[in-house]
């Protein structure tokens, strides 16, 4: 009997049997390893094969990956590459719950605007740089690592991006209530900033 050296992966493993000889499949059912290990590769094919998204029922459980986003620009005018937008979730203008990802892109800042329902939002990748008050004030702007939390006061200035000089565009999950009815504090400056 010739037993092959172990697998480095669980597919090689499951390859190396399926085309293995009749014999040589009895012998490894006869050993402990193989009485433990047969009912795992018995479904491995077809494991290897489904998708699993398809196993999924739609109505309860809903998945979007995210390769299957499609980032457009957020704002209006705003220059190329500053500022990307994708909804996750619901509408924005319209009533009830929403989700959006915005990705800010080094070297760009919204204006101070305001919001008539809070938002609250979570730093996916990147860092956030965020603060509050009717100025622009970009140096006094505060790093929100990968991970943190901001919570957007409704009826508050504020304002955010991500500073010149940064390695990575910041992306941000937003969670808020509709319609969000965005204004700017001075609708006669930018309302996207190049810093």
């Not at 620009?73 to 996750?88: C, D, F, K, Y």
């Not at 808020?176 to 700017?184: T, W």
Request: charge should be neutral.
């Amino acid at each position: 009997m010739h037993i092959a050296p172990p697998a480095t992966k669980l597919e090689d493993f499951a390859s190396t049997l399926i085309s293995a000889t009749d014999s040589n499949r009895k012998d490894f059912a006869a050993t402990r390893r193989g009485l433990m290990l047969a009912p795992l590769v018995a479904v491995l094919p077809a494991a290897l094969l489904a998708d699993p998204a398809r196993a999924l029922d739609p109505a309860q459980t809903q998945i979007t990956l995210p390769d299957q986003y499609q980032w457009k620009p957020a704002l209006p005018n705003a220059p190329a590459r500053s500022v990307e937008t994708v909804p996750v979730f619901g509408a924005t203008d319209k009533p009830g719950p929403y989700v959006v990802l915005i990705k800010w892109h080094p070297g760009y800042m919204s204006a101070p605007h305001t919001y008539v329902t809070d938002r609250l939002c979570f730093v996916i990748s990147g860092t956030w740089w965020v603060n509050s008050g009717e100025n622009f004030e970009p140096e006094t702007t505060v790093p929100v690592p990968a991970g943190g939390f901001v919570r957007r006061v409704a009826h508050t200035p504020h304002y955010d991006g991500v500073k010149k000089g940064g390695k990575e565009p910041a992306v941000i999950g937003i969670f808020g209530q509709a319609p969000i009815e965005f204004k700017l504090t001075d609708p006669t400056k930018p309302l996207v900033r190049e810093i």
